[in-house]
C-alpha cells in the first residue's frame, strides 16, 4: 500500500433515525485504484462525497495531505443557471484550462456549445468528464463514469484512467471497466468497511470467502441465523452466479444461432426446416434507412427466431436506435421490408423510465395500489415479489421519489417483467444498477420465454445474455455475429489484422507455416466436459445433505465432533465444487469457440 495523502479515522454518519455506517477507516494511497462496491443504498456516493469534503461527517477525522486535489465526478452533474455545457465546464475559480477541456471532449464526443438546458444525460456526462479529467486532480472520485456512454467514450476512460498518476476510487456497475483498472477494493458492506489489495477481478471469490465464514460462524449459533445472515450478505442471486444450467442454456443458444447463419453473418434461414421457419418473429429484407443524404442503415437483411437475445452494439450516432425502430416497428424503412409476426406483444424498458414519477408510491407503480399482483399468470403478493427483486418489503409504502436511481430501475424491472409478453425491448437497461441486481437481470432474461432486443454499452452484460450480436460502426453496414460482445470485438479485430495481412505479404522474409487450426477438443477435454455436470450435481447434493444436517441447532453442544467434521466435509465440497465449474465453464467458452 503506497504512502496515504487522504484519510478517514472512524468515520460516521447518521442517515434518519441511525447511523448509516460508523467506525469506518479508510486510506487513500498516491497511486491506488480502488473499487468502491456495495449494494444500492449502501452509502457508497455518501462515502465518496465525504471524502471529497463535500459534506461533513457526524464522526471521525479527515487529513489529508496539503496542497492534494480532489475532484469528484457525480453521477448526475448539476447544470442548472449555466447556458451552455462549456459555461459549466470552465466554471469557478479552480477551472481547467479550456484547451485541456476542449481536447478531451473532442476525444469523448461532446460539442461543448450545446445549450445545457436541452443536453442529453448522456452529454451532460460527458461535459462533466471532461470537466473532471482536464482539472488534473491527484485523487479522482468517480461515481458511476460509464453511466450513459458509447463505447468509444468508455475505452477512451480506460485509457487516460491506465495512464493517470494519481489515485482514484470508482463506483460503476460496468465489470469489465472495474476489471481492467482497478487495483485494490473497497467493500462497503452492512455499515462496514474491508479493504483488500486486489483489484475487481478477484471480489467474487473474496466474497465468497467471507460470506462461506459468515455462515460458518452463524451455524455455532443457530441455523436460522445462518440462512438470514446468508441472505443479507449475499442476496438472492448469488446462488445463481455461477449457475451451470444458464451458462449451458447460452452455450446452446449460440451454437444453434451460428449453425443457422451464413458466412457473411446474415441469417440462412430461407434454406431452414418448416420448424425454423415457424419461429421467425421478425423478418427483415434489404432494408435501408436514411437522414437526408446518410444512409445510417443500408441494404440490412436479418431474421430474429422465437427465443433470440439480440444485443445492439456500437457508438453514440451509429443508428443503434433507429435499427431497434426499424425491428420493433416504430420506424418505416426507405427500402426493403420487415415483416413481424401477428402475435408479437412487446414491453418496451427506456432509459427515461418514464413511469416512474415521485409522487407515486412503490404499491401505485407495481400494483395500481394493491396488495397482489398476476405475474405472467401466477397470483404473487407484493410482499414476496419485493423480495424477488431484492426489496425490503417495507418499502412498499415509501414514494419514488426516495428511492435511488437504481432501485428506481429494479422497481421498473419487476414491474414490466411482471407483464405478460413475449419480446423484451431494453434500452440500456444496466444503468444504476448494482450487481446484484445485474446478476438478478440476467437470470430473469435467461428464463424469459419470449425473444429479447438489447441495447446496452455494457460488455459483461452482453457476454452473459446474448445469442447474436449486431454491431454498428456508423458506416450503415451491420455486422451479425453469432455470441456476445467479445465475439464482436474479435471479429472487428480479425478483420483489422485481414486488412494488414497484404502490406505484411510484401515482405522478402518467408513466413512461418501457420498452425493448424484446432477443430474440435482433445479427448480428455471433451470427456471433462461431459462428466463434470454429473460430478457437480454430485457436490450439490453432498453439500445439501450436510447443511440439513447442520440445521439442528442443537448439534454442535451435543455432538462437537460431527458437527466440525460436517463443516469440514462441505468446506471441501465447495472448493471442489469451485473448481468444477470453472474447469467446465472453460471447457464450454473452449466448445463454443470452436
Do not use: C
Not at 248 to 272: D, F, I, N
Not at 568 to 580: F, N, Q, Y
Amino acid at each position: 500500500m503506497s504512502a496515504p495523502i487522504l484519510a478517514y479515522e472512524g468515520l460516521g454518519l447518521v442517515q434518519g433515525s441511525g447511523w448509516l455506517f460508523r467506525g469506518l477507516d479508510i486510506t487513500i494511497g498516491q497511486r491506488d485504484r480502488l473499487a468502491l462496491i456495495g449494494r444500492n443504498g449502501a452509502g457508497k456516493t455518501t462515502l465518496l462525497k465525504l471524502l471529497a469534503g463535500q459534506i461533513d461527517a457526524d464522526e471521525g477525522r479527515r487529513t489529508i495531505v496539503p496542497g492534494t486535489k480532489v475532484v469528484m465526478l457525480e453521477q448526475e452533474p448539476a447544470m442548472t443557471g449555466f447556458a451552455t455545457l462549456r459555461d459549466f465546464a470552465l466554471k469557478g475559480e479552480d477551472a481547467p484550462p479550456a484547451y485541456r477541456v476542449e481536447a478531451i471532449a473532442g476525444q469523448i464526443g461532446i460539442d461543448l456549445d450545446r445549450e445545457a438546458a436541452t443536453a442529453s444525460g448522456g452529454e451532460r456526462r460527458r461535459t462533466a468528464i471532461a470537466r473532471a479529467l482536464a482539472m488534473e486532480p491527484d485523487i479522482l472520485l468517480l461515481d458511476e463514469p460509464t453511466n450513459h456512454l458509447d463505447i468509444s467514450a468508455i475505452e477512451y476512460i480506460e485509457g487516460w484512467l491506465g495512464r493517470f498518476n494519481g489515485a482514484f476510487v470508482v463506483i460503476s456497475h460496468d465489470r469489465t471497466f472495474l476489471t481492467r483498472l482497478t487495483k485494490q477494493t473497497l467493500w462497503l458492506d452492512r455499515g462496514a468497511i474491508r479493504r483488500r489489495e486486489i483489484g475487481f477481478g478477484g471480489f467474487e471469490a473474496w466474497t465468497e470467502q467471507v460470506a462461506d465464514e459468515e455462515a460458518r460462524n452463524a451455524a455455532r449459533l443457530d441455523a436460522k441465523l445462518k440462512i438470514e445472515e446468508h441472505w443479507m450478505l449475499r442476496g438472492v442471486t448469488a446462488r445463481r452466479r455461477r449457475n451451470q444450467g444458464r451458462l449451458t442454456k447460452l452455450v446452446e443458444m449460440r451454437a444453434t444461432r451460428r449453425a443457422m447463419m451464413g458466412p457473411q453473418g446474415t441469417a440462412a434461414l430461407a434454406t431452414a426446416s418448416d420448424d425454423s421457419k415457424t419461429r421467425i418473429v421478425i423478418d427483415a429484407e434489404h432494408v435501408t434507412k436514411r437522414f437526408g443524404d446518410r444512409a445510417v442503415i443500408r441494404d440490412f437483411t436479418f431474421r430474429v427466431a422465437r427465443g433470440d437475445r439480440i444485443g445492439l452494439v456500437g457508438p453514440n450516432g451509429a443508428g443503434k436506435s433507429t435499427l431497434l425502430k426499424l425491428l420493433t416497428g416504430d420506424l418505416a424503412p426507405d427500402e426493403g421490408q420487415v415483416k413481424r409476426a401477428q402475435t408479437l406483444n412487446a414491453v418496451v424498458i427506456d432509459q427515461q423510465r418514464s413511469l416512474m414519477a415521485p409522487e407515486k408510491r412503490v404499491r401505485d407503480v407495481l400494483t395500481d395500489g394493491n396488495d397482489w399482483i398476476d405475474v405472467l399468470g401466477v397470483r404473487k403478493h407484493i410482499s414476496g415479489y419485493l423480495k424477488e427483486f431484492l426489496f425490503d418489503p417495507a418499502v412498499a409504502e415509501a414514494k419514488i421519489g426516495a428511492l435511488s436511481g437504481g432501485e428506481r430501475s429494479r422497481l421498473l424491472l419487476a414491474r414490466e417483467f411482471a407483464r405478460p409478453s413475449n419480446l423484451l425491448v431494453l434500452d440500456e437497461p444496466t444503468n444504476d444498477l448494482d450487481m446484484e441486481t445485474l446478476d438478478l437481470l440476467q437470470e430473469v432474461i435467461a428464463d424469459y420465454d419470449g425473444t429479447v432486443l438489447i441495447v446496452s454499452h455494457d460488455r459483461d452484460f452482453l457476454d452473459r445474455t446474448v445469442t447474436v450480436t449486431l454491431g454498428l460502426d456508423g458506416s450503415g453496414t451491420v455486422d451479425v455475429v453469432a455470441g456476445g460482445y467479445a465475439d464482436w470485438e474479435a471479429k472487428r479485430a480479425a478483420a483489422v489484422q485481414a486488412k494488414r495481412a497484404p502490406t505484411a505479404a510484401k515482405s522478402d522474409a518467408p513466413a512461418p507455416a501457420a498452425p493448424k487450426p484446432k477443430v474440435k477438443l482433445s479427448y480428455k477435454d471433451q470427456r471433462d466436459l461431459d462428466l463434470l455436470p454429473k460430478e457437480i450435481e454430485k457436490l450439490e447434493a453432498a453439500i445439501a445433505r450436510d447443511e440439513a444436517a447442520l440445521a439442528d441447532p442443537n448439534l454442535f453442544t451435543r455432538d462437537p465432533k460431527t458437527f466440525d467434521a460436517l463443516m469440514k466435509a462441505i468446506e471441501t465440497a465447495r472448493t471442489k465444487k469451485d473448481a468444477a465449474e470453472m474447469r467446465w465453464l472453460e471447457l464450454a467458452e473452449m466448445a463454443e469457440g470452436l
